[in-house]
């Protein structure tokens, strides 16, 4: 059973900053692709960010030029850094790791922007 742990989140104010982190119980190499999604209140879940297997990323268009993933590989953790955050930015994140078909999901973790 892979565990994925989310941490970091919280409240901010707008134009803050966070820093998401999602450590894995298994070696990252090991899945096709790692990720962020959230949803809000009432909305669909969605994906925020995503980085390959060989390492390429890609974002949804509400984040780019503000969100930032990485990996590292020793630690087995994907990060997500989140800059200049807005309000709209509010919801629960969850961390995604897929393996062929299948798709294994951490628990989520806070983010509220909000003065």
């Known amino acids: 059973q892979v565990q994925l742990v989310e941490s970091g989140g919280g409240l901010v104010q707008p134009g803050g900053s966070l820093r998401l982190s999602c450590a894995a119980s298994?070696?990252?190499?090991?899945?096709?692709?790692m990720g962020w999604h959230r949803q809000a209140p009432g909305k669909q879940r969605e994906l925020v960010a995503a980085?390959?297997?060989?390492?390429?990323?890609n974002y949804a268009d509400s984040v780019k030029g503000r969100f930032t993933i990485s990996r590292d590989i020793a630690k087995n953790t994907v990060t997500l850094q989140m800059n200049s955050l807005k309000p709209e930015d509010t919801a629960v994140y969850y961390c995604?790791?897929?393996?062929?078909?299948?798709?294994?999901w951490g628990q989520g973790t806070q983010v509220t922007v909000s003065s």
């Open positions: 995604n790791a897929k393996r062929g078909s299948l798709d294994h």
């Open positions: 298994e070696i990252i190499f090991s899945f096709n692709a």
């Open positions: 980085i390959s297997g060989g390492g390429s990323t």
